[in-house]
């Protein structure tokens, strides 16, 4: 098995970003040596604060598939090609952030309308739209290549997605906020790529069976890439475009239906 998770809305509250009732089988899948990996839309900053309290030591995805980070000491496989970064080996697949502000401005130019990212809002501003602690907010302003905006409301989708592709960027859409993300960025590649490094490592023969959980649209990306996706519920049910694709429903919002959902999904693969 390979795990690959979400943290918003799947592993993470999505209104407290409260973790505790998934600490225990998080523990579980460690001591299976079950590979745990955050792919999500918050920063290297963010996951790197949050993978020290939880305990996870393995690779990340940050910002919706633009890098994966990969700590060189205890990599269990042969490191692929890319930067070294302190203690990381960094496969880069997005476009650096300073391209992704000039792409906002240059959208919300053939739009004829403003659009507002997180450059151009302030930490206290960003705390205020998700409800993070100052120091928390801080970290998902440390952008490196993605750049969240608000959605726009008057602005038909196919319209924002129209003016997108034509600058050479996709948008893919979070909780809270759209994401403006480049170059060969995204959550499903990420994980095709991790896998096929994982592959060599699993004994000759043995099938490897990838999970991956998340609630949100830009999930969907990572989801169509796994064996078995599982779907996080939010306090009003499934996400619509997630809940018609046949995907598993996890009985409950984060964190409590993600420790049920793996705790099922270990009990069908027992060591
Ligand atoms: C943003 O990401 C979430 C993910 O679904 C969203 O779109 O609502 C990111 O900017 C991330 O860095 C940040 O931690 C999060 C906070 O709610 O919002």
């Known amino acids: 098995l390979i795990l690959f998770t979400d943290l918003d809305g799947t592993l993470l509250n999505g209104e407290s970003y409260a973790y505790d009732a998934a600490l225990p089988v998080l523990q579980t899948l460690q001591q299976r040596g079950i590979p745990v990996i955050p792919v999500t839309s918050k920063t290297r900053a963010e996951v790197e604060t949050l993978i020290l309290q939880i305990g996870l030591t393995g690779p990340f995805v940050t910002e919706n598939g633009s890098a994966i980070y990969i700590p060189r000491d205890t990599c269990p496989f042969a490191l692929p090609e890319g930067e070294d970064d302190g203690p990381y080996r960094v496969v880069a697949l997005g476009v650096i952030y300073v391209m992704a502000r000039a792409g906002l401005k240059a959208i919300a130019q053939e739009l004829g309308r403003p659009l507002k990212g997180f450059g151009d809002l302030s930490v206290e501003q960003v705390q205020q739209l998700t409800g993070l602690s100052a120091d928390d907010a801080h970290q998902a302003k440390m952008r490196e290549f993605t750049e969240p905006f608000l959605t726009p409301k008057n602005t038909p989708p196919e319209k924002l997605t129209a003016a997108v592709e034509s600058m050479g960027f996709k948008v893919v859409v979070g909780d809270r906020f759209s994401h403006l ?18 592959k060599p490592t699993f004994p000759a023969g043995e099938d490897i069976v990838t999970v991956g959980l998340g609630n949100s649209p830009n999930d969907i990306d990572m989801l169509e890439n796994v064996d078995r996706a599982i779907v996080l519920p939010g306090t009003d049910g499934p996400h619509p475009q997630l809940s018609d694709r046949g995907w598993a429903i996890a009985p409950q919002p ?6 049920m959902a793996v705790n099922q999904v270990l009990a069908e ?3």
Do not use: C, N, R, T
Not at 181 to 198: D, F
Not at 254 to 259: F, T
């Open 181 to 198: 993300i480049g170059g060969a960025a995204g959550k499903g590649v990420a994980v095709h790529q991790l896998v096929e490094l994982y």
């Open 269 to 271: 693969f027992p060591d």
């Open 254 to 259: 984060a964190p409590e239906g993600w420790a």
